[in-house]
């Protein structure tokens, strides 16, 4: 009797902070159904070994993750970009400040200390990725989405689909609460509460775990279908008419607060799929 052999994968981690590989760890469906073969948070391997479906997590901040991520592709039939990290360059990428810079390569001849590169950056830089599989982290049932490609999956188009908070089209703030604080009214949109919520702008596929029980959608999720080929000045406006037509906070308050730094980490790398450097990403390509 022949026995079927399960598919193998690996999860090859680079400079970030492990989140992704827990979420993946919390979604057992895959358990009996795949050959886990590499991933350094459970396992002693040191080598990625020849799998059918490579996980990269984290960005590539190092001559090592550099290194690691090109012997790993090599032994993979297909790549997946996993997280927020691996696909912009994540919170290292926070970093890239001339002075940290000079910092860190000017102690790169001490020992044990990898060689940083010049700055973090996201690994379809350096390789082909198949599958981008965005997210801080991606939820289990995105990972299982990628790993077992069922065919009546489908993200929703953007997070507001998923939340199912009323619109109030009557009820109109006039300025920004801030991220957090206050009491949430459990059943409004958050716009309609003051609060800064662009997820009418990013991808769907989360089930809202952020909105739903009141927390603001940051983009960890990226664009949406609709702006992930355009470029930031097309996402910062189609965000501000949401905002335009649900609230009276003025323009300037808003194109400040979605400048700052508490939107920068997730909201500045929706300018990444549209190219500009390297050739945009498909959105065939984004789970």
């Known amino acids: 009797m022949t026995t079927i052999q399960p598919p193998r994968f690996a999860v090859l981690q680079l400079s970030g902070c492990a989140g992704c590989e827990v979420s ?11 050959d886990l073969a590499f991933m350094p948070l459970v396992t002693s391997a040191y080598d990625v070994p020849e799998v059918d479906i490579l996980l990269i997590s984290g960005g590539v901040r190092s001559d090592e993750d550099l290194h690691n991520l090109r012997q790993a592709v090599k032994r993979a039939k297909k790549i997946v970009a996993v997280g ?17 810079r ?8 001490r020992h044990n200390l990898p060689r940083m590169l010049p700055k973090s950056q996201p690994v379809d830089v350096f390789v082909d990725v ?10 289990p049932e995105l990972f299982m989405a990628a790993l077992l490609e069922p065919p ?3 993200a929703s188009a953007n997070v507001c689909q998923e939340c199912g908070r009323q619109k109030l089209m009557d009820v109109k703030p006039t ?8 009491q949430v009214a459990p059943d409004i949109c958050l716009i309609n509460q003051g609060y800064l919520c662009v997820g009418s702008s990013t991808r769907g596929g989360c089930r809202a775990l952020c909105t739903r029980p009141g927390h603001p959608c940051v983009g ?3 664009p949406s279908n609709a702006l992930i080929e355009k470029d930031s000045s097309t996402w910062l406006e189609s965000i501000q008419r949401v905002f335009k037509s649900m609230t009276n906070i003025p323009p300037e308050e808003l194109r400040e607060a979605l400048l700052s730094p508490q939107m ?7 300018s990444d799929y549209a190219g500009g450097d390297r050739p945009a990403r498909s959105k065939d390509k984004v789970l």
Request: proline residues 4%.
């Open 152 to 154: 009546d999956f489908k």
């Open 264 to 270: 920068a980490l997730f909201l500045f790398q929706f």
């Open 130 to 139: 198949d599958l981008y599989l965005p997210g801080c982290p991606p939820t």
């Open 175 to 182: 300025h920004l609460v801030g991220m957090a604080g206050g």
């Open 24 to 34: 993946l760890l919390n979604a057992g469906e895959w358990i009996d159904r795949f």
């Open 102 to 109: 000079q910092l860190f390569l000017s102690q790169s001849e």
């Open 84 to 100: 927020t990290c691996a696909i912009s360059g994540g919170v290292t990428n926070l970093g890239n400040r001339d002075e940290v």
């Open 220 to 222: 960890c999720r990226g």
